[in-house]
């Protein structure tokens, strides 16, 4: 029986150790940070984010994960970039179809012996015969 007591004791001492140390020793129970291994913005500041930088960044990770800051700004930066790229493809798209459309109707304000566009079946003349 006192065998018994003695290896129960033992195991709790061990325990407690054990969580002890994982619990990083007595200071609140909260898990210490590690220093950031190699992150120093490897996003371009210089020029645009290409897709060659977003297959090559590697966040640093810490003990409980990613570092939610460094990830946070990652992300704000990549964000902010395809908000800004949306609004310019949004801007040449228009920019384009008015001068598509200007175009358009220049040619078809000519007329067809000027080079401009025929309405189907052709203009009509003065006795309602189609001029081809």
Same mark, same amino acid.
């Given at each position: ?55 090559? +960044?590697?966040?640093?990770? =810490?003990? /409980?994960?990613? *570092?939610?800051? #460094?990830?946070?700004? $990652? %992300?704000?930066? +990549?964000?902010?970039?395809? =908000?800004? /790229?949306?609004? *310019?493809?949004? #801007?040449?798209?228009? $920019? %384009? ?8 109707? /220049? ?26």
């Amino acid at each position: 029986m006192v065998m018994f007591l003695f290896l129960v004791a033992a195991l709790v001492v061990v325990v407690a150790a054990v969580t002890l140390a994982v619990l990083g020793g007595g200071d609140g129970g909260t898990l210490r940070d590690e220093p950031s291994q190699f992150y120093a913005d490897p996003l371009p500041q210089d020029r645009p984010v290409a897709p060659a930088d977003v297959d090559a +960044l590697r966040l640093p990770t =810490a003990v /409980r994960g990613y *570092r939610m800051a #460094e990830v946070d700004d $990652a %992300l704000n930066r +990549l964000g902010a970039e395809l =908000a800004e /790229r949306d609004a *310019r493809i949004t #801007e040449l798209e228009s $920019a %384009l179809a008015t001068a598509h459309d200007g175009a358009h109707r /220049r040619q078809a304000d000519r007329g067809p012996e000027q080079g401009g566009f025929a309405p189907p079946g052709g203009y009509l003349g003065e006795s309602g015969e189609g001029l081809q």
